[in-house]
């Protein structure tokens, strides 16, 4: 994906946009360097940490619930272990649309820190998930984790295989 790109190029004019339109922390109205894409996904902010997920992991999140059959009805559940306040819950519940929409906003605010979320970690989201009761769905994750992100070698991939 990155041959298909000229990733300078759009480096280059994502950090004139936010020095035009962005007053970055420090005031200096300057774009901080841009690393290349971990995930096919651009990140315009650099991750200070890198076993943190950010918003644009956010499809890779939901297709690794997906696969790891997590049910989208428990989405409360899994939102209040993420860190997420049952105000927020509230709001996202009264938004139009199904579990599977509820879902993907919660994962979407999880990612984002609201609320008392402290981080957003494969391991944090696999043991929220097994809070929900879904043991089944949290112990197939690492493996989906190990297979779709083994080719794209991101730092972030849990260590909650204890077999090895």
Not at 89 to 114: P, S
Request: glycine fraction near 8%; charge should be neutral.
């Amino acid at each position: 994906m990155r041959d298909l790109c000229d990733l300078g190029a759009f480096q280059s004019v994502v950090q004139h946009i936010l020095s035009k339109y962005f007053i970055l922390i420090g005031g200096t109205g300057t774009a901080a360097t841009l690393q290349a894409p971990s995930y096919p996904f651009p990140t315009v902010v650099p991750r200070t940490n890198p076993n943190e997920l950010s918003i644009n992991d956010l499809m890779i999140v939901l297709t690794v619930l997906t696969e790891a059959m997590f049910g989208p009805l428990r989405w409360i559940h899994l939102g209040l272990s993420l860190g997420l306040l049952m105000p927020t819950l509230n709001v996202i519940g009264r938004t139009n649309g199904d579990a599977n929409d509820h879902l993907k906003l919660t994962l979407r605010y999880w990612l984002e820190k609201k609320d008392n979320v402290t981080g957003t970690t494969w391991d944090n989201l696999i043991r929220a998930v097994r809070s929900t009761g879904d043991m089944a769905a949290a112990e197939r994750m690492p493996g989906i984790l190990r297979s779709k992100l083994s080719s794209i070698d991101q730092p972030n991939t849990p260590d909650t295989d204890r077999r090895q």
